[in-house]
């Protein structure tokens, strides 16, 4: 069956510092991956999504995330946090139905806090 | 362009009642999803409508269920309530053409049941 694991449930970070979340899933195809992030009392927004092509992807607010097929990974990284990036951050695995995506299956998200 | 839309976004509610929620996908979208978000499940899909028929269904009792209009909104209803139902329900809308359909999220609606 399909999975998405994070292994850290909380991390916290000094403002300032690199940070690298964990994602790993169990998907028997080409994966479609996404990492969402989700700030208190709000819905969903996309930080970045990898379809094909090249493994290393590039996300809004300075994210990146690299897809190391080898390794069933999908990590989620940033040189730089800033306070405002405290929030939960979510990995999820769009299921591939002959080429066309069909529903997200979720990690179980890592919260991020941010120390000043 | 407007985002995603759901109302309500606060619903208090009884044991044994049954709601209905909300929600306005992106113009131009023809796929919505729903989602609930709980402590200690997470998120779980529910189910996917597109063009008016549900085209995918997660593993939830037959409570609850889904339709969507010609227009693309979607409505879920949750029937008979039971405390384990609260939780935040959150709609997606997705393009829904060719393979690479990022899914646009609604703000949520926060569903209590006392």
């Known amino acids: 069956a399909q999975s998405v694991t994070q292994p850290d449930i909380h991390i916290t970070v000094s403002e300032g510092a690199s940070l690298e979340l964990r994602c790993n899933y169990s998907y028997g195809a080409t994966p479609y991956l996404f990492w969402y992030v989700q700030s208190p009392g709000q819905g969903l927004q996309l930080l970045l999504k990898y379809f094909s092509g090249d493994t290393l992807v590039q996300g809004i607010k300075g994210f990146e995330a690299e897809f190391k097929r080898s390794q069933s990974s999908f990590n989620l990284r940033k040189p730089s946090v800033h306070w405002s990036d405290a929030a939960e951050y979510f990995c999820a695995v769009g299921l591939n139905y002959g080429g066309s995506q069909g529903n997200l299956i979720f990690g179980k998200g890592t919260k991020l806090s941010v120390k000043p | 362009k407007a985002g995603v839309t759901q109302t309500p976004r606060y619903l208090i509610k009884t044991r044994g009642q049954q709601v209905t929620l909300s929600c306005s996908p992106i113009s131009g979208h023809r796929s919505v999803s729903w989602y609930q978000q709980t402590p200690g499940q997470g998120l779980q899909f529910l189910f996917e409508y597109f063009s008016e028929t549900q085209r995918n269904k997660g593993n939830f009792p037959g409570r609850f269920s889904g339709r969507q209009f010609s227009n693309s909104r979607s409505e879920m209803n949750v029937s008979t309530l039971e405390l384990g139902d609260s939780a935040l329900y959150l709609c997606?809308?997705?393009?829904?053409?060719?393979?690479?359909?990022?899914?646009?999220f609604g703000p949520g609606t926060r569903l209590t049941v006392l």
């Open positions: 997606a809308s997705s393009f829904s053409q060719g393979n690479h359909n990022e899914q646009f």
